[in-house]
């Protein structure tokens, strides 16, 4: 029997769960044309969330949408290739619109077209890079260009947008893309992905010239009624049935965590033949940590004692991590180690701060790391 619960992916309408707030909002923004930035700790649902907005999206009348994944691109001129390419390919369902438009509206660049086996898929760009370097204004202009001859509105999407600051060259890049995009009046643009303190630091200072570009979305968890309501649909669906006491368990071991809740909700149903059991359950949080325990000894693996030293202070609730006391007993060294064993730590995303207070980015690392350090 196909499982109800997905993780790893993102997740099927049947699977999507809550965020109909967040939904309407982001469905609402794009559709106006207003520019919307999702930011939250990975794995939280954003994917699945924008997913599920362009699916709707795309079905309203004079609108085109486009999901684009950046996480392989690595410079400037594959993140223009790359544009380029998706942007044609969305505005047309047949090929031939592909090279016509490629052609009509790419004229300072000279493209290379290639198709693969199947025309219909496999189409790809390639330009010359002293040449587009010269001109990446007619690529990033091209989705507005294709909108206003077609009259359509276009709804671009890009995911992991966080890589452009490894680019080289960046900062101008950066500025050239703001510069451009703020113009386009029939485009909207959504930016999202999975480093949270890289987006925040996009979007979120005044410094940079991508403060105030859109609405900016902070994802919250989804609560916890509306798990309780999912997991027990979910599981009914499959003729299995999950008690309510172990439904609250597991959303709050998991602290209501998308990814999580989904992983051991799959795993606890594996393991039921009518009727979830704490034995199961049991068995499924084994599974949970097992499956996950190369990365955990991995992340330990790679940072230093003082900063494994203020992760045991935060796995035991510990609230004033500069206090003399906290200091001493853990061995955190001065305030100032405390910060840069912080900073760190956030940086490599085993821990957030959340209401002004540190706490594990990952609910089964949290387990992991307590059982492994006897707390």
Known sequence: METPFIFGSTVSQAAFTNREEELARLKANLSAGINTIIISPRRWGKSSLVERALRDLKEQPGQKTVLIDLFGTSSRQEFLETFAREIIKASSTQWQDWVTRTTQFIKHVVPQIS???????EFNLKFDWNELEKSPDEILNLPEELAKAGNFKFIICLDEFQNIAQFDGFEAFEKKLRSIWQRHTHVAY???GSKRNMLAEIFNKPSKPFYRFGDIMFLPKIATPKW?????ERFRSTNKEIPA???EKLVADMKNHSWYVQQLAHYLWNKTDKKATQEGYDAAMQEL???NMPLYQRDIQQISKTQLNLLKAIAAGEGQLTSQRVMERYKLGTPRNVQKSKAMLESLEI?????DTLEFLDPVFEIWFKKQFRF
């Open 115 to 121: 198709f693969g086996v199947d025309p219909t898929s």
């Open 190 to 192: 959504c930016l999202f």
């Open 228 to 232: 309780l309501d999912f997991l027990e």
């Open 245 to 247: 006491s172990l439904a």
């Open 289 to 291: 940590l097992a499956t």
């Open 351 to 355: 821990v957030h701060n959340m209401n």
